[in-house]
């Protein structure tokens, strides 16, 4: 099992919807990272989370600790927001807690 | 502009060439790291730094070798490109203290 999984793989929105992406993890972590790729392959970072929530434009990133939960929502989508998002976090403590360990993707399409 | 450069952006090369992939980040980051992508498949760690003349493997074992000699340049070198090593390669820095990761936009790599 993965350590990071997200849900659903693949999301098929009409323009204008309201889009959530899950994240679930299983080990603990000193920051969660929500990335966005697209299809040229380049990675741009979106939010680091330790706690609570933040927002930056449409979109919103949450995070609960306890239940080891982070969700990416985006209001108002648009077709330019159709790219692959990634779930990744950073272990708070033993080998590797500068590393980040990543989810498998959630690839979205906003419809026109 | 604080940023971080990967060249080439693509690169098609024959069996048995050593190439390099090159990675500069104007930051000042201590901590640099590549990743490897299969097409529709999550990163995974090959190689990282944590700063000059530190180097370690990553998670997924790799032929490739990485050298920081300088803070800003963390080269990835191939010595016999093999059809195996097609794939994407991003490189990430992110600063001592556990901030946010900056991504490259990727070099994908085809070995015919």
């Known amino acids: 099992k993965n350590e990071v999984e997200q849900s659903p793989q693949n999301l098929t929105a009409q323009e204008g919807e309201f889009i959530t992406i899950n994240c679930s993890y299983s080990?603990?972590?000193?920051?969660l990272h929500w990335l966005q790729q697209h299809p040229g392959g380049g990675i741009v970072s979106l939010f680091m989370?330790?706690?609570g929530k933040k927002k930056h434009g449409r979109l919103i990133a949450t995070i609960n600790i306890q239940e080891k939960h982070s969700s990416l929502h985006i209001t108002a989508s648009h077709p330019r927001d159709s790219a692959v998002y990634i779930c990744a976090v950073r272990r708070n403590s033993g080998a590797g807690s500068y590393q980040l360990t990543f989810g498998k993707g959630t690839k979205l399409s906003v419809i026109p | 502009e604080a940023d971080i450069y990967q060249t080439p952006r693509y690169l098609v090369i024959g069996t048995g060439k050593k190439i390099t992939l090159e990675c500069s980040q104007t930051m000042g980051h201590d901590k640099m790291y590549w990743y490897q992508q299969d097409p529709g498949m999550e990163l995974h760690l090959i190689h990282y730094?944590?700063?000059?003349?530190?180097?370690e493997k990553g998670d997924l074992s790799s032929e490739s070798t990485v050298s920081r000699i300088r803070t800003e340049h963390f080269p990835l070198t191939l010595e016999s490109a093999r059809p195996s090593h097609t794939s994407q390669y991003l490189c990430?820095?992110?600063?001592?203290?556990?901030?946010?990761?900056?991504f490259g936009s990727g070099t994908r790599l085809t070995v015919v």
């Open positions: 080990v603990g972590i000193s920051a």
């Open positions: 990430a820095s992110s600063p001592n203290g556990g901030g946010g990761y900056t």
């Open positions: 989370l330790s706690s």
């Open positions: 730094s944590y700063g000059v003349n530190s180097t």
